[in-house]
T-cell receptor, first 111, second 114 residues
Framework: RKEVEQDPGPFNVPEGATVAFNCTYS??????FFWYRQDCRKEPKLLMS???SGNEDGRFTAQLNRASQYISLLIRDSKLSDSATYLCVVNPEDSSYKLIFGSGTRLLVRP | EPEVTQTPSHQVTQMGQEVILRCVPI?????FYWYRQILGQKVEFLVS????????KSEIFDDQFSVERPDGSNFTLKIRSTKLEDSAMYFCASSQDRGGEKLFFGSGTQLSVL
């Protein structure tokens, strides 16, 4: 089983749509979770951290289900500028320095 | 906003040659990292560096790879004898704290091994 697994997409949605991405992780000891955004051939950029209680940042909502080892990202009112690849990222254990990246889910927002 | 800078943006080399990729992390950051991304694949961790020593490394980071912080500002990745499969985008990153919160990436060096 892959350490971090995502649906590769692409998700092709119209402007204004709501879209949800899912991610599963294999290591139940994982402590920290993040969503990063990556534009084509650019560096990953932190979109938001994911907390156990769920958290929201404007149009973006992240949820964590530790029992199912499942993370989600909801984007409301999609903008053209949201078109990118969304990376689910996990810090596998508290003592680890590394981040494990999923392969990403590609989002295309059309006019 | 402070940023991580990497040079060069593109590097072309012949198989078997040594390359050094350079990075200037954000000045008050304490943790430094190298990641790589082969075209069309996921971002992969190579190595982390803290307190002037390697704190963690992946299986990819074998004897052909080394890192150094030669002065107070630069952080380098050296590949001693490049292979075709080393062709990738190499990202340097830095953070104030360990673990991923507020990890800042540089814009990357595209390494092409011919």
């Amino acid at each position: 089983r892959k350490e971090v697994e995502q649906d590769p997409g692409p998700f092709n949605v119209p402007e204004g749509a709501t879209v949800a991405f899912n991610c599963t992780y294999s290591n139940s000891a994982s402590q920290s979770f993040f969503w990063y955004r990556q534009d084509c051939r650019k560096e990953p950029k932190l979109l938001m951290s994911v907390y156990s209680s769920g958290n929201e940042d404007g149009r973006f909502t992240a949820q964590l289900n530790r029992a199912s080892q499942y993370i989600s990202l909801l984007i409301r009112d999609s903008k053209l500028s949201d078109s990118a690849t969304y990376l689910c990222v996990v810090n596998p254990e508290d003592s680890s320095y590394k981040l494990i990246f999923g392969s990403g889910t590609r989002l295309l927002v059309r006019p | 906003e402070p940023e991580v800078t990497q040079t060069p943006s593109h590097q072309v080399t012949q198989m078997g040659q040594e390359v050094i990729l350079r990075c200037v992390p954000i000045s008050n950051h304490l943790y430094f990292y190298w990641y790589r991304q082969i075209l069309g694949q996921k971002v992969e961790f190579l190595v982390s560096f803290y307190n002037n020593e390697i704190s963690e490394k992946s299986e990819i980071f074998d004897d052909q790879f080394s890192v150094e912080r030669p002065d107070g500002s630069n952080f380098t990745l050296k590949i001693r004898s490049t292979k075709l499969e080393d062709s990738a985008m190499y990202f340097c990153a830095s953070s104030q704290d360990r673990g991923g919160e507020k990890l800042f990436f540089g814009s990357g060096t595209q390494l092409s091994v011919l």
